[in-house]
């Protein structure tokens, strides 16, 4: 990753990090007020979220240092998975904080009670869904130049508290109406809901720990990158995923067999650089074949079948 390129990201998301955590301690001292104010099982849960917000994002602001620290001795690949690492800890927090409110929540709608200081509660509830907006807004703008994966998880966490504070307004809308058992009722409800949303972020990070390969239409680019390059008759075993800001490509190539080495190498160079059209970040490790039976013997091309339209399919000839 280039020297200027790698400043750009470490400067966007740890931007991003710092933002969260001063979102989340600005709603915790706004909402602890009205909750105290109010009373509100819905206000206690916005608060009870707001402040596994702030450990979460805590844990990503950190984890995100962590991940930029440069390749040492030990980690040769660097510490970007730390990222994910993280994201699986937000899963855990925002999980708990979800069991917590159902049943809170459950608890309100069997003994409702009245909800005090509805229109301070309802104003609260609309600053918190006006700043949860633009940080939304800013964590898309560095997630889609960084594509950072703590970022991502951070972007989903607070995308889901705009429906929650919605969801509160509501409730206290009803409750102002004499609708008590609404106070409890989307309580639950919204701890349904932020659960839901663990459930997705967790997945992601497991997804991303466990090595999982790029989407069908990268790998298709790969692929289509690979065949622009003259002398490549065909390739298999590609394999690519990403961590943090890095993705790896490897995968075998197949030349006439004839080629010198210096010419073999020479293909394969600009392979490369045409990966680097669409992933610049990319790190590539690429094997080169000869084209003989032999090499084809044991080889499926499972990437091409799965990409018809790659135009990397054996036999190939440029």
């Keep these: 990753m280039e020297e200027q390129s790698l400043q750009r990201y470490k400067k966007l998301v ?16 706004i909402k602890l007020t009205v909750w105290i104010m109010s009373a509100s099982t819905v206000i206690f849960a916005s608060l009870t979220d707001s402040i596994f917000d702030l450990l979460a994002s805590l844990v990503n602001l950190l984890a995100l240092k962590f991940s930029l620290a440069p390749p040492d001795k030990e980690h040769r690949f660097g510490h970007h998975k730390s990222q994910a690492l993280a ?12 069991v917590l409110l159902v049943v809170h929540g459950v608890e309100r709608c069997i003994n409702p009670e009245p909800v005090h200081h509805l229109d301070l509660a309802i104003i609260v509830s609309i600053v918190s869904i006006v700043i949860t907006i633009f940080l939304v807004l800013f964590q898309t703008y560095v997630f889609k130049r960084t594509h950072s994966e703590a970022i991502a998880a951070d972007r989903l966490h ?19 109406y004499g609708y008590d058992w609404a106070d409890g009722l989307f309580a639950a409800l919204i701890g349904i809901f932020i659960f839901k949303g663990a459930y997705e972020i967790g ?8 090595d999982k390969n790029l989407d069908p239409k990268s790998v298709t680019k790969i692929l289509r990158r690979i065949n622009e390059a003259q002398g490549v008759k065909s390739c298999h075993d590609l394999k690519a995923h990403r961590a943090g800001p890095m993705v790896y490509i490897q995968g075998h190539l197949v030349m006439d067999a004839n080629l010198s080495l210096e010419k073999a190498h020479e293909i394969t160079d600009s392979v490369e650089n045409n990966i680097r059209q669409d992933f610049p970040e990319a790190e590539i490790i690429l094997h080169m074949e000869p084209d003989v039976k032999s090499t084809y013997d044991t080889v499926q091309f499972d990437d091409c079948e799965n990409n018809p339209d790659c135009g990397c399919n054996k036999p190939l000839e440029n």
Excluded: K, P, R, W
Aim: charged share 5%; proline share 0%.
């Design 203 to 210: 997945m992601h990070a497991i997804e991303t720990l466990l």
């Design 158 to 176: 607070y995308l889901s508290d705009v429906t929650l504070n919605i969801g509160v307004m509501v409730a206290l809308f009803l409750s102002y």
């Design 87 to 98: 994201s699986l800890a937000q899963a855990a927090f925002i999980g708990g904080s979800a």
């Design 14 to 29: 740890l931007l991003a990090g710092a933002a969260s955590v001063c979102t989340a301690v600005l709603f915790i001292l």
